[in-house]
């Protein structure tokens, strides 16, 4: 054995050495004259795609793209350091608040008039993203809206001619049962796959919502929201069309789609699936994934099934310009890309989604993709969106907060663990827990 | 406490000679063979439990997409490409070699700050010591996690923003690596170092030629996990690093797990890959281990 | 060490490049977000900053969640007296001389290895109640060995396998909502799967790493002399190895406290949620949340100093503990 000193001093040299590798790899400051933009986003196939067409639309800027874990974790902290990006997605209505009220968002009203009447122009189920109290910050990147994906090939096979829209759930629940079929004591497939996180458009159908017109009292209590979470609740444990929780862990493992509906949705383990037109850019894969199989996953979209109110979850992306960002003049040059034409094609082409601006999806090339000809069902995801009601937010409470209160009554109503009612409605200590927190913030 | 008393519990146990080179005369053949089977045995069944959900992972890095989380192990299509494709998506070669370059750098720089200062705390007398030593056991005990604004903050002042150095010098100092090395300098012998400190060494030399190879199991425990819990970092790589050739695996990673495509297979893939710089340090380190053991049958 | 009674300058100059990085990225942070506990500082701006003194701590006593979440901190900490035993007993086997020993180590190091991910997903299918191997085994045993039959018989309700991961029951039967014991909840659910998991990934992991490094310092020669002077194997260990550990035990104690009390971040993170319904939530993940979450970061620091309050008195009671058993 050496001596430690030499064992510390070869280890130094070798680093030293590999640092210096490191260094001389180092890529070129690249594109010399251009202004660089950081973009806050998720990776993936798609969002780089984007990048490259407004690099491409815009060869003065170099617009790179900072990976996140979808969380306002990384630009609330970045921006306490005044190091923050460009630009920076938002994904919800309380994030919006929560980035204006800190001072990081820029308000970018008058120059996006200059650009677009967003008001007339931009799908209602985008606004809580992007503006508050009037006033624009930004400018929504996609947006989407529930509706019914279905799988043709089940529907085939239980010899069932497809849905239609519109329809109601009294009208749903016996074809979903005549879909869910069981196999040798298995279910083999669902009628129904629905993410949890969507019981929010039950309280919706039902005349419900989470929180009064003001924002100052959860009214999760009302009858309205605890027939929707009710008729959630039977949709598993009355009409056994959806699989409970326990159901969809077996599916995990006994059907190897991975979890997540999408998978499960894409594995032929649901006839029906709630999800938005962005499930497309997955379910693409999956096709392709197939064919190479020879086999193949026949798709179609209808409009969801209502209940005494025909409206639909909205929900969308937007992307905020930093008040503190030395290029934030430059940066409104990727907000006005966002609101023209090459961009909303893209993302329509793309199935990112859906466009922001609505006469975007009013064009043949969005009904009829020449590189995806069996995709027959674009219309139904633009002509939900006349439905489709975003989550409302309460500016007093933050909605994460309120939430954590919340999904942990529905985790028992959802494990069937205690009755809906009792759970929503005689639980005084959580509902004195919520108004408390109101009040605190409203004080 | 105090090193006298550790001191004490080894010295009790001298041997009355030195033994040890004779046949060990009880253990006859059988006795050794059964001992043999039976150690292997036991080990062999334990070893199983944990090798399997590794095994899963190496096969299910091979599947398609649509059979990841399938608990049938085997592929019903193998696909190796699924490596080439984490290669082709994401400048993956480059992030590996950044992860592994700032995870050696951490462990250099922690080996050997730790080391020095557990010296300090083992092996010299000085006023206030214990005292030094407990505010920093103290601090190990504040979850990390509300430190990290003003560090951040503190980190952006230094200039060290979106560089390897940021990525470095904060991790480089660690009050668990003093914690853990001046434990094993406790378990030195105080006769080696007092003999030295008698020949007229300095503590320089006593530090290099006497508490570091004697402390060398705990130094490879340590580098072991330093390597490790920087390699995986996350949280802190994500908030610092801006540029893409500056990225780490596990914020490479991402990519493929996003909302739109989360991309198991490819994940697994990656975290196999992940895993072959930890297996070569782990076995690398573990013979070490092994010869430290003749060394200080020498020696002591 | 007569003569060497201070070194007062040469420590300083060992301590110096460990001292300055600690000052300045650990003391001073920490002193910072001491300070910060006593404000309300919101990040989202919507209160404005002000001193509120104890206001915070004031308000964490009497927070209802904080105490179900020390509770299932605790809770979930149940599992480490055996990972600990488990990992000496094992560093033990594999500190023999045989071949292969080096193979063995890399396997029980494995699951530390693998990518939390992967380890995710497995366990979540292993624990799975209608098909996951665990239960098909405790099926096949209830209904193999006929133990539903004679509870049957002598008038009990037939025992079923637990739901795992979906169950919010719990051996000792603590309550949902609120710090107390309903026997409703009795049974065998989420955290139990957790702490199974937890022993499973830490047996063979850093502690068994440290108690392997640890026995190579025991002098080899002590070892044969006594069993040539006929010690058993129980007298060696206990007289002679057991000893020599006792700093390294020490540290794997002290850190494991401070590892679970801190601990089960990333569980909650990718495995469960913190649910269901909250029940493994622990204190690290709750502070996260308030943190990063809900950005009170005045109040996530009060958690987070009360939470080292709470550690702090732990670790000086092993000391004593420590000082006593462990000759330490």
């Known amino acids: 054995m050496p001596p430690m000193k030499w064992l510390f001093a070869a280890s130094f040299a070798v680093l030293v050495v590999l640092s210096c590798v490191a260094w001389s790899i180092k890529p070129e400051a690249t594109g010399t004259g251009k202004v660089p933009l950081l973009w806050v986003s998720d990776d993936n196939p798609a969002r780089r795609e984007q990048i490259e067409l407004f690099c491409k639309l815009n060869p003065q800027y170099d617009l790179r793209l900072d990976p996140t874990n979808t969380g306002m974790e990384k630009v609330i902290v970045q921006s306490i350091a005044a190091v923050g990006p460009d630009l920076f997605d938002c994904y919800d209505g309380f994030q919006l608040s929560g980035y204006v009220k800190s001072g990081i968002a820029w308000d970018i009203t008058e120059e996006l008039r200059k650009e677009i009447d967003y008001d007339k122009d931009v799908w209602a189920a985008a606004f809580p993203n992007f503006v508050l109290d009037g006033r624009a910050y930004g400018f929504p990147t996609n947006v989407s809206a529930n509706a019914i994906w279905y799988n043709k090939d089940l529907f085939d096979a239980c010899g069932l001619p497809y849905p239609t829209g519109p329809w109601t759930w009294e009208q749903f629940i016996p074809i979903a049962q005549k879909l869910t079929v069981r196999e040798g004591g298995r279910i083999k497939h669902f009628g129904l796959l629905c993410d949890w996180w969507n019981w929010r458009q039950f309280v919706l159908q039902w005349g419900g919502d989470v929180y009064n017109e003001d924002g100052t009292r959860c009214i999760l209590d009302t009858p309205e929201a605890i027939a929707g979470i009710q008729f959630l609740h039977d949709l598993m444990y009355k009409y056994n069309v959806m699989p409970s929780p326990a159901d969809e862990a077996a599916m995990a493992t006994a059907g190897g789609w991975g979890s997540g509906t999408i998978t499960y949705f894409a594995g032929g383990r649901g006839a029906m699936a709630i999800g938005g037109r962005w499930w497309l850019c997955t379910l693409r894969t999956v096709q392709q994934e197939k064919k190479k199989e020879g086999k193949g996953l026949r798709l179609g979209a209808v409009e969801g099934p209502h209940g005494p109110v025909r409206v639909f979850r909205g929900y969308a992306r937007a992307t905020l310009v930093n008040k503190h960002s030395p290029y934030r003049e430059q940066a409104l040059d990727f907000i006005r890309y966002e609101a023209r034409k090459p961009y909303n094609d893209l993302i329509n082409a793309q199935a990112d989604a859906l466009a922001t601006v609505k006469r975007f999806c009013y064009t043949p090339e969005y009904l009829h993709n020449p590189d995806f000809p069996e995709e027959d069902y674009n219309a139904v995801w633009r002509d939900v969106m006349d439905y489709a009601v975003p989550d409302r937010v309460s500016p007093f409470i933050n909605g994460q907060a309120a939430s954590r209160i919340i999904e942990k009554q529905l985790d028992l109503v959802k494990n069937d663990k205690k009755p809906v009612q009792k759970n929503l409605q005689r639980d005084p200590e959580a509902r004195a827990r919520y108004d408390e927190i109101v009040r605190r913030k409203n004080r | 406490m105090t090193s006298d008393e550790a001191a004490k519990s080894v010295r009790v146990y001298e041997p009355a000679g030195r033994g040890g080179l004779g046949t060990p005369g009880y253990a006859g053949w059988w006795y050794r063979r059964g001992q043999f089977i039976a150690s292997h045995g036991l080990l062999a069944v334990l070893a199983i439990t944990m090798l399997l959900p590794f095994l899963w992972m190496v096969l299910a890095s091979f599947k398609p997409l649509d059979e990841v989380e399938n608990l049938n192990p085997f592929p019903s299509r193998w696909q190796p490409e699924n490596y080439a494709k984490v290669f082709d998506q994401v400048p993956f070669a480059r992030y590996y070699f950044n992860s592994v370059l700032v995870a050696l750098w951490v462990t250099f720089l922690q080996c050997l700050t730790s080391a020095m200062a557990a010296f300090a705390f083992a092996r010299l007398q000085w006023r206030g010591r214990d005292m030094v030593f407990r505010l920093y056991l103290a601090t190990l005990m504040i979850p990390g996690i509300v430190t990290m604004i003003p560090n951040y903050v503190l980190t952006v002042k230094l200039q060290l923003l979106d560089s390897y150095l940021g990525l470095i010098v904060p991790a480089s100092f660690s009050a668990f690596g003093t914690f853990l090395l001046r434990q094993f300098m406790l378990t030195i012998p105080p006769a080696l170092d007092e003999a030295a400190w008698m020949d007229g060494a300095g503590p320089w030399t006593v530090f290099w030629d006497i508490a570091l190879p004697l402390a060398r199991p705990g130094l490879i425990a340590l580098a072991v996990f330093t390597f490790m819990g920087n390699y995986g970092s996350f949280f802190w790589p994500l908030i610092l690093i801006k540029s893409e050739h500056l990225r780490t695996l596990p914020i490479g990673m991402l990519y493929f797990d996003s909302v739109y495509g989360k991309q198991t297979n490819l994940i697994m893939a990656a975290s196999v890959m992940n895993l072959i710089p930890l297996i070569v340090l782990f076995v690398v380190s573990q013979k070490f281990l092994v010869r430290g053991i003749q060394m200080g049958g020498v020696k002591g | 060490m007569k003569g060497r009674q201070n070194d007062i300058l040469a420590a300083a100059g060992f301590l110096l490049p460990n001292i300055l990085g600690f000052l300045v990225f650990t003391a001073g942070p920490l002193v910072f977000s001491l300070a910060v506990s006593f404000s309300n500082w919101n990040l989202q701006r919507t209160i404005p900053f002000q001193w509120t003194g104890l206001d915070g701590y004031r308000e964490l006593m009497r927070d209802n969640e904080f105490w179900l979440y020390f509770v299932n901190t605790i809770y979930l900490m149940l599992g480490m007296p055996i990972a600990i035993g488990g990992s000496l007993f094992l560093a ?184 269901p319904a909250g029940t493994t939530t622990t204190l690290a993940y709750y502070i996260y949340t308030k943190a990063f979450q809900e950005y009170q970061i005045g109040y996530a620091s009060a958690v987070a100093w009360i939470l080292f309050a709470i550690i702090f008195v732990i670790t000086l009671i092993n000391w004593k503990f420590g000082q006593k058993e462990l000759s330490y």
Request: with cysteine; net charge neutral.
């Open chain 3, 92 to 275: 033990v086997l594999l500190s023999q001389r045989l071949r292969g020993m080096v193979v063995y180590r890399t396997l029980f190091y494995l699951p530390t290895f693998t990518s939390g991910v992967a380890l995710m997903i497995l366990w979540k299918a292993l624990y799975n109640p209608s098909f996951g191997p665990i239960n098909a085994v405790i099926d096949w045993c209830l209904q193999g060995f006929g133990i539903n039959d004679l509870l049957h018989a002598i008038g009990c309700g037939p025992l079923a396998a637990p739901q795992w991961l979906l169950e919010t029951k719990n051996l000792l039967g603590l309550d949902v909502e609120q710090v107390g014991f309903v026997a409703a909840q009795r049974g065998i659910g989420a955290r139990e799967a957790l702490i199974i998991m937890g022993v499973w990934i830490a047996i063979g992991g850093n502690n068994m790493l440290l108690y392997l490094a640890a026995l190579t310092n025991v002098p080899q020669e002590l070892v044969e002399a006594a069993q040539i002077d006929g010690a058993s194997r129980w007298r060696v260990f206990r007289h002679i190895t057991w000893p020599q550990l006792a700093p390294t035990t020490f540290f794997i104690v002290v850190m494991s406290f401070i590892g679970s009390l801190q601990g089960g971040f990333e569980q909650a993170r990718v495995m469960t949620n913190g649910g």
